[in-house]
């Protein structure tokens, strides 16, 4: 019996040639050309399944505060604030739209997302908390209903969040009723 120790016999019958055994440089080249390739292909996708779910998240934060506001509002029995930033959503309280208390910590929306306030609709109010923070807000009254600014002509709100990448959701309250969707935009209208 013959013993192999890191050679493959290529040898036919009569013949003693052998090489060692392993890869050569063009098969390992031929992998990391088809491993490159398949990175191209799936990077892209990963990033737009990863801000799409950013996106979720952030638009449920929203969500979840104005469902949270109303909430507080017909508990409390007094106006709740929802109040907004580029960046984050905060809830707030008082009677002063200048000098209204914070309730509870910020809730700052996923890495990368922002409120796009120039595709928004709807009219806001303008608030400031006490530590001179200011905010585009929506109120709840205490029968949780929305509350529109003095002069305010639109029955329902539009937050959009938009994503590094250009996708965005909408959040929509509609003033009437106090009723909050989330939606995401048809293909190509994003």
Same mark, same amino acid.
């Given at each position: 019996?013959?013993?192999? *120790? &890191?050679? !493959?016999?290529?040898?036919?019958?009569? #013949?003693?040639?052998?090489?060692?055994?392993?890869?050569?440089?063009?098969?390992?080249?031929?992998?990391?050309?088809?491993? $490159?390739? %398949?990175?191209?292909?799936?990077?892209?996708? @990963?990033?737009?399944?990863?801000? *799409? @779910?950013?996106?979720?998240?952030?638009? #449920?934060?929203?969500?979840?505060?104005?469902?949270?506001?109303?909430?507080?509002?017909?508990?409390?029995?007094?106006?709740?604030?929802?109040? %907004?930033?580029?960046?984050? !959503?905060?809830? %707030?309280?008082?009677? =002063? #739209?200048?000098? %209204?208390?914070?309730? &509870?910590? =910020?809730?700052?929306?996923?890495?990368?997302? @922002?409120?796009?306030?120039?595709?928004? &609709?709807?009219?806001?109010? *303008?608030?400031?908390?006490?530590?001179?923070?200011? @905010?585009?807000?929506?109120?709840?009254?205490?029968? $949780?209903?929305?509350?529109?600014?003095?002069?305010?002509?639109?029955?329902?709100?539009?937050?959009?969040?938009? $994503?590094?990448?250009? =996708?965005?959701?909408?959040?929509? !309250?509609?003033?009437?009723?106090?009723?909050?969707?989330?939606?995401?935009?048809?293909?190509?209208? &994003?």
């Amino acid at each position: 019996m013959q013993a192999w *120790h &890191g050679r !493959v016999s290529t040898a036919r019958k009569g #013949e003693t040639r052998t090489r060692d055994a392993g890869f050569t440089l063009i098969e390992i080249a031929i992998v990391l050309a088809v491993i $490159g390739i %398949l990175a191209l292909v799936t990077v892209p996708r @990963y990033e737009g399944v990863v801000e *799409h @779910y950013r996106l979720a998240s952030s638009a #449920e934060t929203v969500a979840a505060s104005l469902r949270e506001a109303r909430q507080s509002a017909v508990e409390q029995r007094a106006d709740v604030f929802v109040g %907004l930033t580029r960046t984050g !959503v905060q809830l %707030l309280a008082g009677t =002063d #739209e200048e000098a %209204l208390s914070p309730l &509870g910590a =910020d809730r700052s929306f996923q890495t990368g997302v @922002y409120w796009d306030q120039a595709h928004s &609709g709807g009219d806001y109010y *303008h608030l400031q908390d006490i530590q001179a923070v200011a @905010y585009q807000g929506i109120m709840f009254n205490w029968q $949780g209903f929305v509350t529109p600014p003095p002069g305010a002509t639109n029955e329902s709100l539009r937050v959009v969040l938009r $994503g590094g990448l250009g =996708d965005s959701v909408e959040i929509r !309250v509609e003033a009437l009723t106090g009723s909050i969707t989330v939606g995401w935009p048809l293909p190509g209208q &994003g």
